[in-house]
């Protein structure tokens, strides 16, 4: 099940963004890649790739230190969940035509 990122990983993840363009952007200039849309482009690809990895060992890591986190389901009834909850008004579905009480 899909579950959100930790805020360490958010965090890290984009340093690591940032540091890693960095690095991609002036390792391609010196290997004489011309400066241009497919440059950017692999740059921002690879970039993302390594701050995926690196978020990814970052909830690897706490997962491991704190233990599994318990994921919440969400409720797809609305009524439901007010009903549990003890907010639910009943719908009447009744038409009242306008002069009769």
């Given at each position: 099940?899909?579950?959100?990122?930790?805020?360490?990983?958010?965090?890290?993840?984009?340093?690591?963004?940032?540091?890693?363009?960095?690095?991609?952007?002036?390792?391609?200039?010196?290997?004489?890649?011309?400066?241009?849309?497919?440059?950017?482009?692999?740059?921002?690809?690879?970039?993302?790739?390594v701050s995926?990895?690196?978020?990814?060992?970052?909830?690897?890591?706490?997962?491991?230190?704190?233990?599994?986190?318990?994921?919440?389901?969400?409720?797809?009834?609305?009524?439901?969940?007010?009903?549990?909850?003890?907010?639910?008004?009943?719908?009447?579905t009744e038409?009242?035509?306008?002069?009769?009480?």
């Open positions: 099940m899909f579950t959100l990122p930790s805020l360490w990983n958010l965090i890290i993840s984009t340093i690591v963004f940032f540091i890693a363009a960095k690095y991609l952007h002036r390792y391609l200039e010196e290997q004489g890649l011309a400066k241009g849309m497919t440059r950017g482009t692999l740059v921002f690809v690879l970039a993302s790739l995926w990895g690196s978020g990814e060992m970052v909830d690897w890591t706490q997962e491991k230190i704190q233990g599994p986190q318990t994921t919440a389901q969400a409720s797809g009834d609305l009524l439901q969940l007010l009903t549990m909850i003890g907010q639910a008004q009943p719908v009447t038409l009242k035509e306008p002069g009769l009480k």
